[in-house]
């Protein structure tokens, strides 16, 4: 919309609406329109009044203060030239139209106007209302307006000589009658219900009649038919009609009639009727009563007029007075005699200067003489030329400016003598006008020019668009016939696009999709279908692709299909991606049951461990208690080794759940193959034939034994049930060589020896689909009960995690062979050392120990041990208990041993950073299950740790180092 803003007036008491209204108009042409809004009609008719120029108005016909057709009335008296748009509530199209009939320029149903419609409908009805002011304006200065303005003086005249209809009617039936030849007659009025034809003349041509002429004839017969059609009907033949059974009687005898209707407004209001006319009426007959009929139908104009012409003359005059156009009267001498304020207002003098004086004052000087010259000349021959006809003249101001005028002209006489009145109009608006019209013509043209060539430009575009589009498009007719494919389909059926016009997408492509297709056609619905596979006949080898479809049908103007589009998008390769990611989240929830898991186990852990540390405590006291008896001492080592490997389990269980890392150090494979060999030798049964094999030299890992243990355990209990009826199980242990670099991140160099494990079986054999997923976590072919599926999941997350690689190769009725690559190192140095102490106790000779944190169950167990080396304990359950401890006994205290139980849950490192804070040196040994605390303090803070589950040799070791005891 280009210019300034259309400016609207807003006449709705609804703030919903008015803000609705608004958002259109806005999101239709944003800053097209400047929206003023008044809540009701008085405060719309004062914005009027103060500023009468907004472009429209959209006015609501339910305002708290006016309702209905009243409302449009009260805006037009203010603002005649603005357009009125009304807006209704309802669905009933009666209001809006009688509406427009009184004034308005449309109508619009509140709520089902969207921001085009609206946008349109303000455009349309500002046009509509210029058109009609040019219409106007050019009724104005067209001989029609001349020929209304002379008819109307004409008839004001033949008022004046008639001023009463019946003597009028009786004048012209009487001329009419004798014309004709009829000898009888009467003009009647048709009563107000309709349904009675009054009489107001009657003439019987001096025949007996003695029927009441003042009696109501119902309208019925020929009459009827007259007053139905509003045309001259006569019959020559009434005597002997049908119609004679309508005659009253005692009516006088009609040999034949005729019946002409008095159309006044388009509406039959009387007739005149004539009869007995010697040899029966013609046609030209009827042609001639039409004209009468017409004059008889003016004069009951006419006197109707004249009946509210008296009572409304004063109304007449204002209303010349209040006329837009300067009316002016002049006598036969030029002097003007009449003056309205439109005259006042366009030329600049009042009545009382123009009245009396002579009319060229507002001519300029070069038409002067001329009018003069004229008007003596029509004064003399009673002839004018330039009456009743438009002529543009110019005229002068009185501060003597000229402009153009247009002036229509007529011509009157009294008793007073020959008067002229001329109907001005200031036309330079309009001069204006058609200059802004022609400027606006050019434009127009000039954009027709434009939108051709932009529409052309479009249609490129999209013929470009539909060639050039990634993914396919089809034009199909109702047969399903190709009309056009773009590139892509082409492409995407391995086909050129001129091999698919005329040709059948179905034969070509047979599917089950014709169903749906069939479908869309008959019901005229968009279709979509996703990830739908499809495999293409004449490419086999292409496999199953998986589509995005759509198809929607194009309808003509008759609402049916012309044609199809057909589009696709090849999603195959989302959909495999989308089957990866639902492994993928299937994996994630395997995982969260495997943490949930890991939790239970390590609970379970650090209760079994603190049970198994008792257990081995106890055994170590009857061991060291015994001073012979050596089958009981062997049935105690026996008890003591059963608890260590249980406590290595625990430790698997613990580092399983994530609560304790592995206690590495340099293991030899060989070694740890040759002490499990016992256990592994008891658990198969006697018809698994178990045969190992060792490397030489020896391989040394960085492992903790029970994890290694464990991983041969696991293996061979596997092993044992793919072999149920018996069979050979093999372990043997090699090098491998070099590792690959990259292979594993864990490695301790790129290029490290490697040391083999093979663990292989000649049991039932897995399928390929099983062995892809023997490592996921809880996945176990065994029956529901006799496995968890955590074994292998384990075992692979222990030789991960020593930066190793494990690999499963299986075939059903072969066997299955494991194969597990780990990062070698160095042989150690120094010979390995045995953890246990001597059975001798040495004796602390009463130093001051506190024991601080842990449950009580646990202060006991390591409190006895303290006392047997001879040491005296204090015991604090909490901090504080500890601190006051600290505080009293810092001078003889030698030793602080911290318990990470459940009131000293991850701080003992804060715990000792207080206690030297405090100025406190004591050595401090901390017993904790955590993987991170190592004794990593450094000599001057003389921290010790010792990791649960322990041994009562292990903490006797550590509290000899601290004390010094030997």
Same mark, same amino acid.
């Given at each position: 919309?280009?210019?300034?803003?259309?400016?609207?007036?807003?006449?709705?008491?609804?703030?919903?609406?008015?803000?609705?209204?608004?958002?259109?108009?806005?999101?239709?042409?944003?800053?097209?329109?400047?929206?003023?809004?008044?809540?009701?009609?008085?405060?719309?008719?004062?914005?009027?009044?103060?500023?009468?120029?907004?472009?429209?108005?959209?006015?609501?016909?339910?305002?708290?203060?006016?309702?209905?057709? /009243?409302?449009?009335?009260?805006?037009?008296?203010?603002?005649?030239?603005?357009?009125?748009?009304?807006?209704?509530? &309802?669905?009933?199209?009666?209001?809006?139209?009688?509406?427009?009939?009184?004034?308005?320029?449309?109508?619009?149903?509140?709520?089902?106007?969207?921001? #085009?419609?609206?946008?349109?409908?303000?455009?349309?009805?500002?046009?509509?209302?210029?058109?009609?002011?040019?219409?106007?304006?050019?009724?104005?200065?067209?001989?029609?307006? #001349?020929?209304?303005?002379?008819?109307?003086?004409?008839?004001?005249?033949?008022?004046?000589?008639?001023?009463?209809?019946?003597?009028?009617?009786?004048?012209?039936?009487? &001329?009419?009658?004798?014309?004709?030849?009829? &000898?009888?007659?009467?003009?009647?009025?048709?009563?107000?219900?309709?349904?009675?034809?009054?009489?107001?003349?009657?003439?019987?041509?001096?025949?007996?009649?003695?029927?009441?002429?003042?009696?109501?004839?119902?309208?019925?017969?020929?009459?009827?038919?007259?007053y139905r059609t509003g045309r001259v009907v006569f019959n020559n033949e009434f005597a002997d009609s049908e119609w004679m059974r309508f005659m009253p009687e005692g009516h006088a005898r009609l040999?034949?009639?005729?019946?002409?209707?008095?159309?006044?407004?388009?509406?039959?209001?009387?007739?005149?009727?004539?009869?007995?006319?010697?040899?029966?009426?013609?046609?030209?007959?009827?042609?001639?009563?039409? /004209?009468?009929?017409?004059?008889?139908?003016?004069?009951?104009?006419?006197?109707?007029?004249?009946?509210?012409?008296? !009572?409304?003359?004063?109304?007449?005059?204002?209303?010349?007075?209040?006329?837009?156009?300067?009316?002016?009267?002049?006598?036969?001498?030029?002097?003007?005699?009449?003056?309205?304020? /439109?005259?006042?207002?366009?030329?600049?003098?009042?009545?009382?200067?123009?009245?009396?004086?002579?009319?060229?004052?507002?001519?300029?000087?070069?038409?002067? *003489? !001329?009018?003069?010259?004229?008007?003596?000349?029509?004064?003399?021959?009673?002839?004018?030329?330039?009456?009743?006809?438009?002529?543009?003249?110019?005229?002068?101001?009185?501060?003597?400016?000229?402009?153009?005028?247009?002036?229509?002209?007529?011509?009157? *006489?009294?008793?007073?003598?020959?008067?002229?009145?001329?109907?001005?109009?200031?036309?330079?608006?309009?001069?204006?006008?058609?200059?802004?019209? #022609?400027?606006?013509?050019?434009?127009?043209?000039?954009?027709?020019?434009?939108?051709?060539?932009?529409?052309?430009?479009?249609?490129?575009?999209?013929?470009?668009?539909?060639?050039?589009?990634?993914?396919?498009?089809?034009?199909?007719?109702?047969?399903?016939? $190709?009309?056009?494919?773009?590139?892509?389909?082409?492409?995407?059926?391995?086909?050129?696009?001129?091999?698919?016009?005329?040709?059948?997408?179905?034969?070509?492509?047979?599917?089950?999709?014709?169903?749906?297709?069939?479908?869309?056609?008959?019901?005229?619905?968009?279709?979509?279908?996703?990830?739908?596979?499809?495999?293409?006949?004449?490419?086999?080898?292409?496999?199953?692709?998986?589509?995005?479809?759509?198809?929607?049908?194009?309808?003509?103007?008759?609402?049916?299909?012309?044609?199809?589009?057909?589009?696709?998008?090849?999603?195959?390769?989302?959909?495999?991606?989308?089957?990866?990611?639902?492994?993928?989240?299937?994996?994630?929830?395997?995982?969260?049951?495997?943490?949930?898991?890991?939790?239970?186990?390590?609970?379970?852990?650090?209760?079994?461990?603190?049970?198994?540390?008792?257990?081995?405590?106890?055994?170590?006291?009857?061991?060291?208690?015994?001073?012979?008896? /050596?089958?009981?001492?062997?049935?105690?080592?026996?008890?003591?080794?059963?608890?260590?490997?249980? #406590?290595?389990?625990?430790?698997?269980?613990?580092? $399983?759940?994530?609560?304790?890392?592995?206690?590495?150090?340099?293991?030899?494979?060989?070694?740890?193959?040759?002490?499990?060999?016992?256990?592994?030798?008891?658990?198969?049964?006697?018809?698994?034939?178990?045969?190992?094999?060792?490397?030489?030299?020896?391989?040394?890992?960085?492992?903790?034994?029970?994890?290694?243990?464990?991983?041969?355990?696991?293996?061979?209990?596997?092993?044992?049930?793919?072999?149920?009826?018996?069979?050979?199980?093999?372990?043997?242990l090699s090098s491998a060589g070099e590792l690959d670099e990259g292979r594993s991140a864990s490695a301790p160099g790129p290029h490290a020896r490697l040391g083999r494990l093979v663990v292989r079986?000649?049991?039932?054999?897995?399928?390929?689909?099983?062995?892809?997923?023997?490592?996921?976590?809880?996945?176990?072919?065994?029956?529901?009960?006799?496995?968890?599926?955590?074994?292998?999941?384990?075992?692979?997350?222990?030789?991960?995690?020593?930066?190793?690689?494990?690999?499963?190769?299986?075939?059903?009725?072969?066997? &299955?062979?494991?194969?597990?690559?780990?990062?070698?190192?160095?042989?150690?140095?120094?010979?390995?050392?045995?953890?246990?102490?001597?059975?001798?106790?040495?004796?602390?000779?009463?130093?001051?120990?506190?024991?601080?944190?842990?449950?009580?169950?646990?202060?006991?167990?390591?409190?006895?041990?303290?006392?047997?080396?001879?040491?005296?304990?204090?015991? !604090?359950?909490?901090?504080?208990?500890?601190?006051? $401890?600290?505080?009293?006994?810092?001078? *003889?205290?030698?030793?602080?041993?911290?318990?990470?139980?459940?009131?000293?849950?991850?701080?003992?490192?804060?715990?000792?950073?207080?206690?030297? !804070?405090?100025?406190?040196?004591?050595?401090?040994?901390?017993?904790?299950?955590e993987a991170d605390l190592e004794p990593h303090w450094g000599a001057e803070t003389n921290v010790l740790v010792l990791r649960k589950p322990f041994g009562m040799p292990a903490l006797r070791k550590?509290?000899?180092?601290?004390?010094?005891?030997?």
């Open positions: 919309m280009p210019g300034a803003p259309m400016r609207v007036l807003l006449v709705e008491d609804n703030p919903g609406d008015a803000r609705l209204l608004r958002e259109v108009l806005a999101d239709a042409h944003p800053g097209g329109y400047e929206v003023q809004n008044a809540d009701c009609l008085n405060e719309g008719l004062r914005r009027l009044e103060q500023d009468d120029r907004y472009d429209v108005i959209l006015l609501d016909l339910s305002l708290p203060d006016s309702r209905g057709l /009243a409302t449009v009335s009260a805006i037009q008296t203010v603002v005649p030239d603005v357009p009125i748009v009304v807006l209704t509530g &309802t669905d009933d199209d009666t209001l809006g139209v009688e509406a427009v009939r009184i004034g308005a320029q449309d109508y619009l149903v509140k709520g089902r106007a969207d921001g #085009r419609l609206l946008a349109r409908t303000i455009d349309y009805a500002t046009e509509r209302k210029r058109t009609e002011k040019a219409i106007r304006r050019a009724l104005n200065e067209s001989r029609e307006r #001349r020929a209304e303005i002379a008819a109307l003086l004409e008839a004001a005249r033949a008022v004046l000589e008639h001023k009463e209809f019946i003597p009028a009617a009786q004048a012209i039936f009487t &001329t009419c009658k004798n014309l004709l030849g009829a &000898t009888v007659g009467y003009v009647a009025l048709l009563s107000p219900d309709g349904n009675q034809n009054e009489v107001v003349y009657l003439d019987s041509g001096g025949l007996p009649c003695t029927v009441d002429p003042s009696l109501p004839m119902p309208v019925r017969g020929l009459r009827a038919e007259a040999d034949n009639v005729l019946f002409t209707p008095l159309i006044v407004g388009g509406k039959v209001l009387g007739l005149l009727g004539l009869g007995n006319k010697q040899g029966g009426f013609t046609e030209e007959d009827a042609r001639l009563s039409t /004209a009468f009929g017409d004059l008889a139908a003016v004069a009951l104009q006419n006197s109707r007029m004249l009946q509210s012409l008296e !009572a409304s003359e004063e109304r007449f005059r204002s209303v010349v007075q209040t006329a837009s156009d300067a009316i002016i009267s002049i006598d036969s001498g030029g002097d003007v005699v009449s003056w309205n304020n /439109a005259a006042e207002a366009v030329f600049g003098y009042s009545a009382a200067e123009m009245i009396g004086r002579p009319f060229i004052r507002i001519l300029p000087e070069g038409f002067r *003489k !001329a009018h003069e010259q004229a008007l003596q000349r029509v004064v003399a021959t009673g002839q004018a030329g330039s009456v009743g006809r438009m002529a543009e003249l110019v005229g002068r101001r009185a501060n003597g400016r000229e402009f153009p005028l247009e002036l229509s002209l007529a011509r009157w *006489k009294t008793a007073e003598g020959m008067f002229f009145t001329g109907i001005v109009r200031d036309i330079t608006e309009r001069k204006e006008a058609a200059e802004a019209l #022609r400027r606006m013509n050019q434009e127009l043209e000039h954009r027709v020019q434009e939108r051709t060539a932009e529409l052309a430009e479009k249609a490129r575009i999209l013929e470009a668009f539909f060639s050039t589009a990634i993914n396919p498009v089809v034009f199909l007719d109702k047969n399903f016939n $190709f009309i056009r494919v773009n590139k892509a389909y082409a492409r995407a059926c391995a086909r050129d696009v001129s091999e698919f016009a005329g040709r059948n997408h179905f034969e070509m492509y047979p599917s089950e999709l014709k169903t749906e297709f069939e479908r869309v056609l008959r019901e005229k619905m968009p279709w979509q279908a996703f990830a739908r596979p499809f495999l293409f006949p004449d490419h086999p080898d292409w496999g199953v692709t998986y589509w995005d479809l759509g198809l929607v049908p194009v309808l003509d103007d008759r609402g049916e299909v012309d044609f199809l589009v057909f589009s696709l998008n090849d999603v195959t390769a989302r959909h495999t991606a989308e089957q990866a990611r639902d492994k993928l989240q299937e994996q994630l929830y395997q995982a969260q049951k495997m943490e949930a898991i890991g939790q239970l186990a390590a609970g379970l852990g650090h209760d079994f461990g603190n049970l198994l540390a008792t257990v081995l405590d106890h055994v170590s006291r009857a061991k060291e208690s015994l001073s012979g008896a /050596a089958a009981t001492r062997h049935s105690l080592d026996a008890v003591e080794e059963a608890a260590r490997q249980a #406590r290595g389990i625990v430790q698997s269980l613990l580092t $399983f759940g994530c609560q304790a890392g592995a206690r590495r150090r340099p293991v030899n494979l060989g070694a740890v193959l040759a002490e499990s060999a016992y256990l592994l030798r008891h658990t198969l049964p006697s018809s698994i034939e178990l045969v190992i094999t060792p490397a030489e030299p020896p391989l040394w890992v960085n492992a903790d034994p029970v994890h290694m243990e464990q991983i041969l355990l696991n293996l061979a209990i596997n092993a044992r049930d793919a072999m149920p009826n018996g069979g050979t199980l093999e372990v043997s079986d000649t049991g039932a054999g897995m399928p390929p689909e099983i062995v892809s997923r023997v490592f996921d976590p809880y996945f176990t072919t065994k029956p529901r009960g006799q496995g968890t599926g955590l074994g292998l999941s384990i075992i692979h997350g222990i030789v991960e995690d020593m930066g190793g690689r494990i690999d499963m190769d299986s075939q059903v009725g072969h066997g &299955t062979t494991v194969t597990i690559l780990l990062p070698c190192i160095e042989p150690p140095t120094e010979p390995e050392t045995q953890a246990d102490l001597p059975l001798e106790i040495p004796q602390a000779q009463g130093q001051l120990v506190l024991l601080a944190g842990g449950s009580p169950y646990e202060r006991g167990v390591i409190g006895a041990t303290l006392r047997l080396l001879g040491c005296q304990v204090l015991q !604090a359950d909490n901090e504080s208990a500890m601190e006051a $401890f600290c505080d009293d006994h810092r001078e *003889k205290m030698r030793l602080l041993i911290l318990v990470d139980g459940a009131a000293f849950v991850g701080r003992a490192a804060e715990r000792v950073q207080a206690l030297r !804070a405090s100025g406190i040196p004591t050595p401090v040994v901390i017993i904790s299950e550590i509290i000899c180092d601290v004390l010094g005891i030997r």
